[in-house]
DNA sequence: CCAAACTATTTTAGGGTTGAAAGATCGGCC
DNA sequence: GGCCGATCTTTCAACCCTAAAATAGTTTGG
């Protein structure tokens, strides 16, 4: 771009420089902010005003779509976290009250765990100030943000699930 | 608002039930799972091929933007963590000569930390691979999302940040 | 000058998180 | 029946992370 007469045109395409990703990147660290922005929100407030943490509340939110309860390996996978991880949090949610292991009805290695009463009880208490949380970061969004970010991030998805299944 | 006739438009716009707040909802938990999936797959190969953490990767990236140092307090600031996370990050990253910590030139509390010539040599080698895994990752994007996605977070940036700082 | 307010860092206690290894069970196949 | 590979869970060591308290140094207003 020295040798010859740089094109005038503001055309951000890095399709000339092959290798240069500067716009993905920037796209990606630009993503990682907003979420660890909402997540720290998040975070906060559910320590502050309900005395959770924010994994907790993420494995209660899973159990309260399940009725009937889920495995521990049907948790960590829709959780996207190890198996580990959720044998400690259910061991702790379990101590508190709001959630109970049961023998699995046909499989001796399996255990399901679903909320108790208790746990179903703090839970939509919490869910609902949760969607307010979320209301109230997302106000500034303009009108037609909401479908695009919906749409370019279900392309993300699809796209990223491409290369790790790999 | 369920007294008169419902509107058939397929308007979007929870404006019309108060309270109602699922589409943004949707939206985060999308935007969760898009950046639970791109940091699982960073982390991982940050470790199968070059034995390092993403917290590390992460604070480097940060070093490599100020060759001459700068403080754990800002450092804790970009990074968005806690003051004590980084502390301990530098130590590991000190013990295997990554970083090195330098007594601050006129502030006797504060320590400058920066990137060793060796540190600087590994994290331009790592860089260049994320950044290739990270346009790999968004390859699938359509033609107008990046810049889209970019607008819409940006926006988003600031709606958070107004609701943090109240 | 100096005390109070503020700032930079470390320490501590309590979780959260991973990846790998180990234990237990299941299921199919011979 | 009995073996073998796959699946479910726990355990473990190491690390990451936070909030709050403690430590040390700086700044400011009187």
Do not use: Y
Request: aromatic share 4%; hydrophobic share 40%; proline share 5%.
């Amino acid at each position: 771009m020295d040798t010859h007469a740089p094109t005038l045109d503001a055309e951000t395409k890095a399709a000339e420089r092959p290798g240069d990703h500067k716009e993905e990147l920037r796209l990606w660290l630009r993503l990682l902010t907003c979420t660890a922005m909402v997540e720290g929100l998040v975070r906060t407030r559910l320590r502050e005003r309900f005395g959770v943490t924010l994994p907790r509340f993420d494995l209660m939110a899973q159990l309260d779509k399940a009725p009937d309860g889920m495995t521990l390996g049907a948790l960590s996978r829709r959780m996207m976290v190890s198996n580990g991880n959720v044998t400690g949090l259910v061991e702790r949610l379990a101590v508190q009250g709001q959630v109970e292991r049961l023998p699995h009805p046909t499989d001796r290695r399996a255990a399901t765990v679903r909320l108790t009463p208790e746990g179903r009880r703090s839970f939509a208490e919490m869910a609902a100030a949760h969607e307010a949380w979320i209301a109230e970061a997302f106000v500034g969004l303009a009108p037609g943000d909401l479908p695009a970010l919906m749409g370019g991030l279900a392309r993300l998805k699809q796209s990223v699930s491409h290369v790790r299944e790999r």
